[in-house]
């Protein structure tokens, strides 16, 4: 069974503890919280002001650029206020504030519940369709998925993938909608495979989830979507970067940057992501919602939950039934790749697949040793960089020769911190490390 070539872990396996929640609708909340950054590249333009009365679907932030995405409302009310104020992180963002007023839509979107398959746009239709609705990547790193499929002159996609293997070990948001919006997903493939004038596409899906495997095989036989094949992988951490499944499917490793897998042939695209594209084409429905898994171990109850964006943290468990009693850790995304919440007041966003809750017990680092030159996190690397190295020049603040070795490959998927025996906290100095050289890297850039 393939997997990619290099590193990887084998992470306790956590579904079992939401796989079987079928996706919810939750209800509406009263207030939702609208931030302009749910994406990579320049933050949104509000072009609403206080007052202003808005529909569900209507446009509230315009794209500043071209790496960056239109913003919604989520939901159909008054807005009361754009200002500042702080993100999960506690990063102060602009926001649009608006205050719920019953669930009035868009007249343009389409809300029925018949699937629509049949597409006659071009690509460049396709596209712009998909850059009006404002679909990011939702796989957590939210590239404007436009951007990803304009490619550039002199290159030439051969194959599309579709991320469906999901290997956080808690997550389980990308499984529900396989399971639930398969028919729904394949046409976005279609309309994907369409956009990028490409006859192959390639779901990966990991082992641990068999019945996806088998439900959208059962799918693509039954309503003959050429061209389509679902690919099982081995279950191995991190399977779901991009870089490393586009190894997995192909056996195509993509350069160093400033390479993208376009030099290779091949776009990535999550599975949600595919259902967000056939809503954006299909239905005229911009990006406003999505399924969100809400997970731990102490949780009594754990959901999938379809929640529109803006919704705040607080709100958000506090349906889910509140948290656990005694100390607990609030993580945007699964415990291996997501980020402390500290500001449970602040907005699910466009990269939000799941809330994980973990006991303080779990959430405390042991005590840190000395590094033993084991290099156990050096094998278990998925892009064959030197941790121990990387950390210690953050650490020293040596930002040249941590460019030097390669610092900006690193994809942030915490195999190193969880492999090193003397429980160092190697990906927090490689993130801060990345930063200042992507930083120098820019400067320069501007510089000439």
């Not at 998909?130 to 990803?148: C, D, E, L, Y």
């Not at 030197?386 to 040596?398: D, F, G, S, T, V």
């Amino acid at each position: 069974m393939r997997t990619f070539p290099i590193g990887g872990i084998h992470p306790s396996d956590e579904k079992a503890w939401s796989k079987d929640k079928a996706i919810e609708v939750m209800e509406l909340p009263d207030e939702v919280a609208i931030q302009m950054t749910q994406h990579i590249g320049a933050p949104a333009t509000p072009i609403v002001a206080k007052g202003d009365k808005v529909l569900t679907g209507q446009l509230i932030g315009e794209a500043a650029g071209f790496v960056s995405a239109n913003i919604h409302s989520p939901i159909s009310g008054t807005v009361t206020n754009v200002e500042i104020f702080p993100d999960g992180q506690g990063i102060r963002r602009q926001m649009v504030i608006i205050k719920r007023e019953g669930d009035e839509w868009v007249e343009s979107i389409d809300r029925s519940k018949e699937i629509k398959r049949e597409c006659t746009l071009s690509p460049f239709e396709i596209i712009n369709k998909i850059k009006s609705a404002g679909v990011v990547g939702m796989g957590g790193a939210t590239f404007p998925t436009h951007v990803k499929l304009s490619i550039p002159d002199g290159q030439k996609a051969e194959i599309l993938i579709i991320n469906g293997v999901e290997c956080e070990p808690y997550l389980t948001s990308d499984y529900r909608t396989m399971l639930e919006r398969g028919e729904e997903l394949l046409v976005g493939v279609e309309i994907l495979m369409r956009a990028l004038s490409v006859e192959r596409a390639v779901i990966g899906i990991e082992n641990n989830k068999p019945d996806a495997v088998a439900h959208l095989n059962k799918l693509i036989v039954g309503g003959n979507y050429r061209g389509i094949s679902v690919m099982p992988l081995k279950m191995r951490y991190p399977q779901g970067g991009e870089k490393q499944l586009i190894a997995a499917v192909t056996g195509r490793q993509v350069p160093p940057p400033p390479a993208l897998p376009i030099s290779v042939g091949a776009v990535v695209c999550n599975a949600s992501s595919a259902v967000a594209v056939y809503e954006a084409v299909q239905k005229n429905k911009p990006l406003i919602e999505r399924v969100v898994t809400i997970t731990g171990k102490n949780l009594m109850h754990t959901h999938n939950y379809l929640v529109r964006f803006g919704t705040s943290y607080k709100n958000f468990i506090e349906h889910a039934g509140g948290l656990p009693e005694g100390d607990v850790k609030i993580l945007n995304g699964g415990p291996m790749m997501g980020r402390a919440v500290v500001e449970l007041s602040a907005p699910l966003l466009k990269g939000c697949s799941g809330i994980t809750i973990v006991s303080g017990r779990e959430a405390v680092r042991r005590k840190e040793g000395t590094c033993i030159k084991c290099a156990k996190c050096v094998a278990a690397c998925p892009m064959g960089l030197e941790p121990y190295l990387l950390a210690k020049l953050a650490q020293n603040k040596m930002w040249d020769r941590a460019e030097e070795h390669n610092t900006v490959e690193c994809i942030e998927c915490g195999c190193c911190s969880y492999t090193c025996p003397s429980n160092l906290p190697l990906l927090d100095h490689i993130r801060i490390g990345k930063q200042n050289v992507m930083a120098n890297i820019r400067a320069r850039a501007i510089k000439k």
